[in-house]
């Protein structure tokens, strides 16, 4: 199956600093890929729709300003979380979906992205 | 507004027997409906997906599931458990059309005993 290369895989820093987590589709192109958030022994949370050459669209309740979302190319997407507070700790998966196949596959996630903010 | 639906928290299940793991969706239209399992601090790995055709599913590591329509259900299924097979498992359903995100059910932890 396609692969989805996400980096780093842990990542500890201090409160206030800024942190970018990059997803990459290694052997398929991706206009659009997602990024979702998840809590300790909860589900996965849909944190925003990032298209190629487009701002991202973003779900209710997620602050698009802290978290920026950059997807410069068809195989590249970030997430960069911006002045980083405890409470942004958290498990960070990226996905992405081919665009061919008429839309109607599976996505792929990254390996996920553990973030600690001290 | 599409939405999915994992009764169970936890599901225990001895290692050779049978395993389900419950799935209800939710969809304004036909859905797509998809499998994933995540081991500890890993990324999901995609199981099996259902788009159209038959209604029992065949996908990864032995592990099938059955569309049922009328009772919008997706269950997973395996004939035989693995020890191996421990992991939180999470079933997604997205609508037909679009280039729609996977709305994820809440998950569900499986333990196989030996």
């Known amino acids: 199956g396609a692969v989805v290369s996400q980096h780093p895989s842990w990542v500890i820093c201090k409160s206030g600093t800024s942190v970018k987590i990059e997803c990459r589709s290694l052997?398929?192109?991706?206009?659009?890929m997602f990024w979702y958030r998840q809590f300790p022994k909860q589900s996965l949370m849909l944190m925003a729709t990032?298209?190629?050459?487009?701002?991202?669209?973003?779900e209710q309740g997620v602050e698009k300003d802290k978290f920026l979302i950059n997807h410069a190319s068809l195989t590249l997407s970030t997430l960069t979380v911006t002045s980083a507070h405890p409470e942004d700790s958290s498990f960070y998966i990226c996905?992405?979906?081919?665009?061919?196949?008429?839309?109607?596959?599976?996505?792929?996630f990254g390996e996920g992205s553990r973030l600690t903010v001290l | 507004a599409q939405s999915v639906a994992q009764p169970e928290d936890q599901v225990n299940v001895a290692e050779g027997n049978p395993l389900t793991v419950k799935c209800t969706y939710s969809?304004?239209?036909?859905?797509?409906l998809f499998w994933y399992v995540q081991y500890p601090n890993r990324g999901l790995q995609f199981l099996l997906k259902y788009i159209t055709g038959d209604n029992l599913v065949k996908g990864s590591y032995g592990f099938e599931a059955e569309f049922n329509k009328s009772q919008t259900s997706f269950h997973l299924k395996k004939p035989s458990a693995l020890v191996s097979d421990s992991a939180l498992y999470f079933c997604?359903?997205?609508?037909?059309?679009?280039?729609?995100?996977?709305?994820f059910g809440k998950g569900t932890r499986l333990s196989v005993i030996a």
């Open positions: 997604a359903v997205r609508d037909i059309g679009g280039n729609t995100p996977l709305v």
């Open positions: 996905s992405a979906r081919e665009t061919s196949g008429g839309g109607t596959g599976e996505l792929f």
């Open positions: 990032s298209n190629e050459g487009s701002k991202a669209t973003y």
């Open positions: 052997d398929f192109q991706a206009t659009t």
């Open positions: 969809v304004s239209g036909n859905p797509y």
